[in-house]
């Protein structure tokens, strides 16, 4: 049995006189899911998470949002959404949970139950110990946290993200995760942009926006086994001369470097492997090891975008 879409948008187009920040975009997203929206700067993802949150007015197309029409029951659909957006939303002057009572009061949770939420909010965000310093002086992976549990004061059952773990250090941005995948076992729905590619990994399917457009909407594994070529990996002292070396040999599609290891996408990863170990032997380069590795989501991001750029 399918499910009626929880988001679901048709043709949904937000101009900015010129630019076609969201351009006819098709979008559903099934009750419960966990949607990581990724695409290069300027692809459209905050304005379409803005479109969604009834920020911004829509230019063309339609949207329902938890089977609200957009366009028509936006005040309807705040209270079944909440909404972090990319920038600091917090006032700076105000203590942890003075942020979250503030919250509180805007979508009119009752007094009773303020209490017990926000209790639950700073115990789950880790923030109970902080609650009487001011948002100016949380570090940034606690400020994100606190905006996520300012975000879910008023129990919303879809969360709309937008880069929440941008510039927070790996800890935090784990422990947002973990957060976010406890939300995700409880049933909400999920949709967060994110331009990192692990994060992307964690959800259950993957939107890549391009020019306001969706063009691959699929699991991350099934992105990650799509991706043209295999990937060969070369740790070595000398990754410069490696890397020149091999990126004029044939077959090589492309070359990353991740501090002293190349990874090279090929086309063929143990013939190529086969070749390249060959040539680094033959100009006396060393090398610590050379394997075939796993292809990620960093590497099919990257060969995607290199498609598209192509096709323009
Ligand atoms: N308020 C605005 N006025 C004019 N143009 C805008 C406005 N907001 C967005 N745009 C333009 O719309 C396009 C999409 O921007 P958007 O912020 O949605 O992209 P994004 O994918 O969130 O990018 P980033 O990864 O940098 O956050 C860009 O070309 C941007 O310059
Ligand atoms: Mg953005």
New binding site residues.
Partial sequence: MVDTPIIETRKLT?L??E????DALDLTIQPGELFGLV????????????LLAGL?NITEGSASVAGYDLATQAETIKSKIGYMA?EFSLYAKLSVIENLLFFAELYDVNTNQQKERTEKLLSFAGLTEFKNRRALHLSGGMQKKLALACTLIHQPPILLL??PTTGVDPVSRREFWNILTELHLEGTTILV?T?YMDEADRCSRVGL?YE?KLVKCAPPRQIRAEIKGELVEIHSDHWRDASDLISSLSGVLEIQTYGEALHILVDDGKKRLHQIKKALKKENISYQSARIAPTRMEEAFISLIRQMDGAN
């Fill in positions: 937000r900015f006189k630019t076609r920040a969201v695409g290069p700067d300027g692809a459209g993802k905050t304005s379409t998470l803005r911004l990319q937008d880069e942009s331009p926006m306001g």
